[in-house]
């Protein structure tokens, strides 16, 4: 049973609007997320976090909201860029194996020029 | 630092022979991991070690499936027999405690 699920496989939006990628968990003891991105024939590459103690992180054009009675995060990407196209997964951990983490099935992302 | 260096980069070899993926850790890391990315359910933890001890291997597919970590530097996953259906990118990643994970570039492994 998927703890963590992105369920948009794919996305496609212009350049220069907003990208939304969506991931929802099911585990209340979650605490801890991060965002990855991966490019193709490469591993994936940290982009973000976020602690259950705070409900917005933001880097640059990047921001990750948590809602936490949702268990609901999302990562905006304002302004999208060609160069942002890429898979991006949605990672959760917390309890006792904090440095578990569990991985959604990843959102792919394709920024229009 | 090189970062996480895992071989062979690809493998494709027929069903029902051994195959071995091999991964470097970066230096001074606590935890090393070893996920499978496929199609349908995406990053899928096998294993992970703590200083050479593995933890957990809730998520190793059966016991064709093992992973040993010898050293602080190195650490093996072996499939024996492999089957089609282990075709999948492997990727090994580590990390310090409580920090996110530094992935290695993955080993695309085909079984015919």
């Known amino acids: 049973d998927q703890q963590v699920k992105q369920n948009s496989p794919s996305l496609s939006v212009q350049e220069g609007r907003i990208s939304i990628l969506n991931c929802d968990y099911t585990?209340?003891?979650?605490?801890?997320f991060l965002w990855y991105k991966k490019y193709p024939a490469e591993g994936p590459t940290f982009l973000i976090s976020?602690?259950?103690?705070?409900d917005k992180n933001e880097d640059g054009r990047f921001t990750v909201f948590l809602n936490k009675s949702a268990k609901h995060l999302s990562l905006h990407i304002v302004p999208s860029q060609p160069g942002d196209s890429a898979v991006y997964f949605c990672?959760?951990?917390?309890?006792?194996?904090?440095?578990?983490?569990?991985f959604g099935s990843g959102t792919k992302l394709n920024v229009k020029p | 630092d090189a970062g996480v260096i895992q071989s062979p980069r690809h493998e494709v070899t027929e069903m029902g022979q051994e195959v071995t993926l091999r991964c470097k850790p970066i230096s001074g890391h606590d935890y090393l991991f070893w996920y499978r990315q496929t199609m349908m359910r995406g990053l899928e933890l096998l294993i992970y070690?703590?200083?050479?001890?593995?933890?957990?291997d809730s998520g190793m597919p059966e016991d064709r499936f093992s992973a040993k970590m010898p050293n602080a530097s190195f650490s093996t996953l072996k499939i024996q027999p492999s089957e089609p259906r282990d075709s999948a990118v492997y990727f090994c990643?580590?990390?310090?405690?409580?920090?996110?994970?530094?992935f290695g570039s993955g080993t695309r492994l085909t079984v015919v």
């Open positions: 990643a580590s990390s310090f405690p409580n920090y996110g994970y530094t």
């Open positions: 070690f703590n200083n050479n001890v593995p933890i957990d």
């Open positions: 585990n209340s003891m979650f605490d801890y």
């Open positions: 976020i602690s259950s103690i705070k």
């Open positions: 990672a959760a951990t917390g309890g006792v194996n904090f440095n578990k983490f569990y």
